[in-house]
């Protein structure tokens, strides 16, 4: 997600879950092709895998060379973005506007997958505009995948590509998930992820009976221990569950290794700022990691005034002496 996650919350949210694929921010072909390309694609193969690289762009030839790049950097998928209303990427005729083009789509698609091994996916929106048609995103996936696109996340809105912000086009088109389920009942043979509005295990829960999985954004970053369930409960993976504080250690050290190599540590602690969401001490604890008076201080230091920030703010449970 644009300016909020990176390869350092990629890396938080893999000590939460080993399974579930996690998705760079959308990458434009043109940065790739004239831009600094370590900046944009380093990560860490130890820390983030599986991770997809996912991409903006609708010339052929130039998403050919951003997916080989990808590939070459070791993503496990690239993801072409069919689904950003942004103004700034709708003059680049890319992002959502594209479902207006599947022809053009399935070209980039045909082109990327001509170019690298790995699977090409692609991620859009039910419709654009006040099209409720569900002919057209039907139309969109069959002309797609018949590029030899198979795996499709969508998110179960329109994009209304005049007069809302990309966070209004997040939040006003309505959610018809009945449009994805029936996505999924057309197209049998392949991969249809579900994405939007899913808050919480059981929101998950609900959609997999009607499709092949579900992509969590908003949810996942604000309240990141939900993650810590999906490996057992959607993986089969019953390695025990890591306790929050372990989780932390693990963040610091990352942070210490971080900061060693230039990067300040309040670059990477601000994704992990809802960790403890939701229980007694939250609300302290993060206060001290976004504290900027701190910044000089050691993560390790930090660790220790925000452990003892949340366990001060918590309820003293105390018994009352029976006469
Ligand atoms: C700050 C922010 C940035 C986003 N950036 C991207 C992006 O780069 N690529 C993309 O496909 N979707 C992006 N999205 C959209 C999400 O991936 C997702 O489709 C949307 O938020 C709906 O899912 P959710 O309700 O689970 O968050 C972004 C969302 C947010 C909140």
Request: with cysteine; proline share 6%; aromatic share 8%.
């Amino acid at each position: 997600m644009m300016e909020w996650t990176d390869r350092h919350c990629r890396h938080f949210h893999r000590l939460l879950t080993r399974h579930a694929r996690l998705y760079t921010v959308m990458i434009t072909s043109g940065a790739l092709r004239h831009g600094d390309v370590p900046k944009h694609l380093d990560f860490d193969h130890d820390g983030e895998q599986p991770v997809a690289l996912q991409l903006g762009g609708s010339e052929p030839d130039e998403l050919a060379l951003a997916a080989r790049l990808g590939a070459q950097w070791g993503y496990d998928e690239i993801n072409l973005n069919c689904g950003c209303p942004s103004e700034r990427v709708q003059k680049g005729a890319f992002g959502a506007c594209l479902m207006n083009e599947p022809r053009t789509v399935a070209d980039g698609v045909k082109a990327m997958r001509d170019a690298v091994d790995i699977p090409v996916t692609v991620k859009h929106r039910i419709g654009v505009d006040r099209t409720e048609s569900y002919d057209f995103v039907r139309d969109f996936v069959g002309t797609v995948s018949e590029a030899g696109c198979e795996v499709f996340i969508v998110h179960a809105r329109n994009a209304w590509l005049q007069g809302l912000s990309p966070k209004e086009n997040r939040e006003i088109p309505p959610l018809r998930y009945e449009v994805v389920h029936r996505l999924k009942r057309d197209f049998p043979q392949l991969t249809i992820v579900i994405n939007g509005g899913l808050v919480g295990l059981d929101a998950i829960e609900a959609q997999l009976p009607h499709v092949d999985g579900a992509m969590i954004g908003r949810d996942a970053y604000h309240h990141p221990w939900g993650m810590a369930s999906w490996d057992a409960c959607f993986f089969g993976d019953a390695h025990p569950v890591p306790e929050r504080e372990a989780v932390e250690a693990q963040m610091v050290r990352y942070m210490e290794a971080q900061q060693a190599a230039g990067v300040p540590w309040a670059h990477v602690a601000r994704h992990m700022l809802g960790l403890w969401n939701g229980e007694p001490g939250a609300r302290r604890w993060r206060q001290v990691w976004s504290d900027h008076r701190l910044k000089a201080e050691s993560p390790a230091t930090v660790a220790r005034l925000a452990d003892e920030a949340r366990r001060a703010a918590r309820p003293t449970l105390t018994m009352e002496a029976t006469p």
